[in-house]
């Protein structure tokens, strides 16, 4: 029998299975009816969009000029050898970004992904088949493998490498596979709370369970723009800068920084108002303020170190924008009391 609550059921339990080297099943409850299927469908987009993987985004080919070209001696054509390319599935080494690789094969051979490896580059399906040549056959070919995630046309790529290379879709993702299943759990005599049993399946790039957590991280990152809300006086008179972004802490005041008197006086009277201000400032900035002395100056960087916005960190153009109209938006405001 469902009881009358003031808040959601808070899940107690998880569990990691390991099914095999590349599956695993990450299992939670119990939830709310409903809580289930709202948390597992986004994660599940996540698994796909956010899990960082390894991809060929171009390749030069000797005596190769575009795509439908063809190579005296490989059995198969350039277009056909970029889709077998384009389905091994590599793994830079030592925590590298981009990497470009030269490959040399002459003579009669079946060129596999295993041929690939080397102290750079990991190819984690070895067996995968790329070309055969035969015994007149040179093939040699330089391969751009970079970091990244989702899935990037080779359109967008054009741009970033250079015109001799053919730009390759890049299919960074090395989730293959993300299920799940939503099962009813009976919490004291209520049978209809539930169970996720989540079911992720990769390429071999990265561990599932891997995944899973690059998927928790990228939600728990783009939540974060709402923390600001818990922030705010819900009773204040609601204006454009009342709710912003994480960003939000930047447009209260300086005396919520509890900086000593003399580093206040000093701040007041350059009339600097929001800490907003103090994280647009570099440090030459802060230094020439009028009667700052350098103890001044260190509990000032110390404290904006603490709050998370250390004097001197660039801002994005953007955010400095948005926090200048903010800041000035204010103060018109205050001016106009």
Known sequence: MRKITTSAY???????ESVSAN??????YPFEAGYAV??????????????????????????????????????ED?????????????????????????????GSKEITGADLCNDIVEVVNPDAYLATLNDDAELNFSL???????????????????DEYIA???????????????????????PDFEKIVFTITTDGQVKPLEAFKNALEAMYQQMSVFKGVLDIDVDAPVTSASVGSEYSRLLSSVEELNLSARSFNCIDKAEIRYIGELALMDEKELSELKNLGKKSLDE?????????????????????????????ELKTQMSSI
């Open 144 to 162: 751009i493998i970079q970091k990244g995630i989702g899935y990037v046309s080779s359109e967008d790529l054009r741009s970033d490498i250079d």
């Open 168 to 190: 390759l879709d890049a299919f960074f993702t090395p989730v293959k596979k993300a299920v799940y299943d939503i099962e009813n759990v009976l919490v004291e005599d209520t």
């Open 78 to 106: 350039v277009a056909l050898f970029i889709i077998n390319l384009k389905n091994l599935r590599f793994k830079l080494k030592n925590d590298s970004h981009r990497e470009v690789i030269e490959y040399s094969f002459k």
């Open 10 to 16: 808070t899940p107690t339990e998880i569990k990691i």
């Open 300 to 328: 000032i960087k110390a404290v904006m170190e603490e709050i998370g916005y250390p004097v001197g960190v660039a801002l994005s153009k953007e955010v400095k924008e948005q926090l200048k109209n903010k800041i000035a």
């Open 38 to 75: 709202t948390l597992a469908h986004p994660l599940r987009r996540l698994l796909f969009t956010s899990t960082v993987g390894f991809a060929p985004t171009g390749v030069k080919i000797k005596g190769v000029s575009h795509e439908f070209d063809s190579l005296r001696g490989m059995l």
């Open 23 to 28: 599956v695993a099943r990450v299992i939670a």
